[in-house]
């Protein structure tokens, strides 16, 4: 026979006072003495960042959507599935104390909250730990689908709209951080780079050979953590979020090098870690122009800092390895002849390195 | 006032993760940072860094294992340290808590902690960072020269009593005369007003009662940076300096930098990027200070005071 889900069980509103952590909750495996709120308090905020959810908790109120899942055991309600929102609600109501080390924080979200701590929480009872069991797996080792980062700073975007259009800037990132139980720079990041999105998006994409499944939106976040680059842009940094002296020139190069693809299906960009050479390049306009005279950002990346400094370090670059290999010749046994080959080759290119420089200082 | 605390560092060798999560305690309002504390910024900087990270630290298994990685070696420091190091591990092995009362050598610690950090430091204030951990370096080398040496910095505004002046031909050309060679120089070949150290921020000599060649000298270059090390090092080198410097015995190099330089098992990491200069990182400063008793003449750094009143969480 199927069994009810717990979709189809009453919700009900019990005290917080009458809810206990479930000592046998996997989360407080590691705990001498689950039974302890201390012990529990203490793990919650070391381990799990209960500071985020009390945050959050604080801003917007207890999700009334989600009950707690309960069970009674040994004469105590125990909360099979919640326990962190019960810790983030105990401490914000005052029912627990934290560990003193943890004072200072609990206490400024405490007075951050905009919203008075609950005393009591929709649950849904069940009659035993067994019933609930099996629907918490999911939950907790697969988990939710977490958005992609453009699917997040969209939501954002309707969260700000719709929750927050009169604060001032600042105060609109920090109430949507506490939100979210996250940082107000990363809620402006994510506002920044969807920000370039929508102008790219505006100006169809500058007429570039792409179109906006080619956005790989986790680029722009990344790119916009580098100061050269948010310089070059015309931004005030990572979290200008009107963007008022926008380059849209440069927001155009920047597009044309991370998203649009040869024929080889390949950008000029390639992959992430490349950001940090891009950074390099559009701190150099004479970089910049070899970039786009020849779409080679390994090339480009040389004149960053000028080509007297780029030889310099190609050269100490090399100082570096001849050092290594110096110091592996007494531990290598045998030495062979094409050992000896390299060497030799090695020789001779350094010299004529160094003939060429001695013959133009001496011109 | 410190900047890019949400930023890991991108190297993945425990002695970088330590030192940041140490300066993250520093500053959190409760003086602590836990492994959930952690966890969370990881999570964040997966959406804002592509630089390889989203792969290595996306999942909490792999955040739960750089937080083992990190107590570990925070308990190796806690060892090597002893007294100066002003952070414990809890019992649990979830928190970092900087302790209480920090003595002169834990402060010290904590100033060659942020040394180490530059990155997290605003422009403006990386030159006052940079002149302690020169100044610090200083008092250190000092006391490791034989009696009797002479050691004089080589970096500008240290008033009436500095050595070294103007240009770096004449730098250069006052360096020779004290560790007693022939300047095989000229001064065009210097860059016109160039007035920098030329690789050298300190040099000793043994006058050795006369006036012969043949002296025991040494340089020794400062450096904070973590990337920068493995060439600076032989910047006051006879390598790079002995064309211009033919003395008759060759000088010793030293290279002062803040990073703690070791792996968990207590062996220098980078070992074969370490050249010829003896390296002296944040254990041998310490150690070194506490053998001489020489915590009480460090310079003091304003710096770290601002750095302690701040809060971030």
């Known amino acids: 026979m199927a069994q009810s889900s717990p979709a189809t069980q009453a919700i009900v509103r019990l005290k917080t006072a009458d809810l206990s952590f479930d000592p046998k909750n996997p989360r407080f495996f590691r705990l001498n003495n689950a039974s302890d709120d201390n012990a529990v308090i203490e793990e919650m905020l070391d381990d799990e960042g209960v500071q985020d959810l009390m945050a959050s908790i604080g801003q917007q109120g207890f999700f009334?959507?989600?009950?707690?899942?309960?069970?009674?055991?040994?004469?105590?309600?125990?909360?099979?599935?919640?326990?962190?929102?019960?810790?983030?609600?105990?401490?914000?109501?005052?029912?627990?104390?934290?560990?003193?080390?943890?004072?200072?924080?609990?206490?400024?979200?405490?007075d951050e909250a905009d919203v008075n701590a609950p005393h009591e929480l929709p649950c849904i009872e069940y009659p035993s730990r067994k019933e609930i069991m099996r629907y918490l797996g999911y939950r907790h080792i697969t988990g939710i689908k977490e958005w992609d980062s453009l699917s997040k700073a969209r939501y954002l975007t309707d969260i700000r709209q719709q929750f927050y259009p009169g604060l001032e800037q600042a105060e609109q990132m920090k109430a949507m951080a506490k939100d979210i139980g996250s940082r107000p720079d990363y809620v402006a990041q994510l506002l920044t780079s969807l920000g370039l999105y929508i102008k790219a998006e505006e100006a169809s994409f500058f007429e570039l050979p792409m179109e906006a499944k080619d956005v790989e939106f986790s680029y722009l976040m990344t790119a916009l953590s580098y100061k050269n680059i948010t310089d070059w842009l015309g931004l005030e940094g990572r979290t200008d979020v009107e963007m008022p002296r926008l380059n849209a020139a440069n927001l155009k190069r920047a597009f044309s090098w991370m998203f649009p693809k040869d024929q080889q299906g390949n950008t000029i960009l390639g992959e992430s870690r490349n950001l940090k050479v891009m950074a390099a390049v559009v701190s150099n306009q004479d970089a910049v122009r070899i970039l786009e005279d020849t779409g080679k950002l390994s090339e480009a990346y040389l004149y960053s800092e000028g080509p007297e400094q780029a030889l310099i370090h190609a050269l100490e670059e090399a100082q570096k390895?001849?050092?290594?290999?110096?110091?592996?010749?007494?531990?290598?046994?045998?030495?062979?002849?094409q050992h000896l080959e390299l060497a030799e080759t090695l020789f001779e290119d350094t010299k004529s390195i160094r003939n060429h420089l001695r013959n133009k200082l001496e011109d | 006032m410190l900047t890019a605390l949400d930023a890991p560092p991108k190297p993945s060798d425990p002695l970088f993760w330590t030192d940041f999560v140490e300066l993250r305690a520093l500053v959190h309002p409760d003086r602590c940072y836990s492994r959930g504390d952690l966890l969370g910024l990881l999570s964040r900087a997966k959406d804002t860094d592509g630089d390889g990270r989203r792969s290595r630290?996306?999942?909490?298994?792999?955040?739960?294992?750089?937080?083992?990685?990190?107590?570990?070696?925070?308990?190796?420091?806690?060892?090597?340290?002893?007294?100066?190091?002003?952070?414990?591990?809890?019992?649990?092995?979830?928190?970092?808590?900087?302790?209480?009362?920090?003595?002169?050598n834990q402060n010290a610690y904590l100033c060659l902690?942020?040394?180490?950090?530059?990155?997290?430091?605003?422009?403006?204030?990386?030159?006052?960072?940079?002149?302690?951990?020169?100044?610090?370096?200083?008092?250190?080398?000092?006391?490791?020269?034989?009696?009797?040496?002479?050691?004089?910095?080589?970096?500008?505004?240290?008033?009436?009593?500095?050595?070294?002046?103007?240009?770096?031909?004449?730098?250069?050309?006052?360096i020779s005369k004290d560790i007693r060679c022939t300047a095989n120089f000229t001064e065009r070949d210097f860059k016109e007003n160039d007035r920098g150290d030329g690789g050298i921020d300190l040099v000793a000599w043994h006058p050795m009662a006369d006036q012969r060649e043949g002296i025991p000298a040494a340089f020794a270059q400062c450096g904070c940076s973590k990337e920068d090390w493995s060439f600076k090092q032989l910047e006051a080198s006879p390598t790079k300096h002995s064309r211009h410097l033919p003395a008759m015995h060759p000088w010793a190099t030293y290279y002062f930098m803040p990073l703690d330089l070791r792996h968990a098992d207590g062996d220098w990491a980078y070992k074969s990027d370490i050249g010829q200069a003896i390296i002296v990182d944040r254990l041998r400063l310490i150690r070194l200070s506490h053998q001489y008793g020489l915590f009480s003449e460090w310079p003091h750094l304003p710096l770290i005071d601002e750095v302690r009143k701040t809060e971030y969480a």
Not at chain 1, 321 to 337: C, G, H
């Open chain 1, 321 to 337: 390895r001849v050092k290594i290999a110096w110091n592996m010749l007494p531990e290598t046994k045998p030495l062979t002849e």
């Open chain 1, 64 to 110: 009334e959507g989600e009950p707690l899942l309960v069970t009674e055991e040994g004469g105590k309600l125990i909360v099979v599935e919640g326990n962190r929102r019960l810790a983030a609600v105990k401490l914000l109501n005052r029912e627990l104390e934290p560990p003193k080390r943890r004072r200072a924080s609990v206490e400024g979200l405490r």
């Open chain 2, 57 to 104: 630290d996306g999942g909490s298994e792999s955040g739960e294992a750089r937080w083992r990685d990190i107590a570990h070696f925070a308990e190796g420091r806690a060892h090597q340290f002893a007294g100066a190091y002003p952070f414990r591990i809890s019992v649990d092995g979830d928190t970092l808590e900087l302790l209480e009362a920090t003595s002169l």
């Open chain 2, 113 to 174: 902690l942020l040394s180490s950090l530059m990155r997290h430091v605003p422009k403006q204030r990386q030159g006052e960072l940079a002149r302690f951990f020169e100044k610090a370096s200083h008092t250190v080398f000092r006391r490791l020269m034989p009696e009797g040496a002479e050691v004089h910095p080589t970096w500008a505004g240290g008033g009436e009593g500095v050595r070294y002046r103007e240009t770096l031909y004449e730098k250069m050309q006052a």
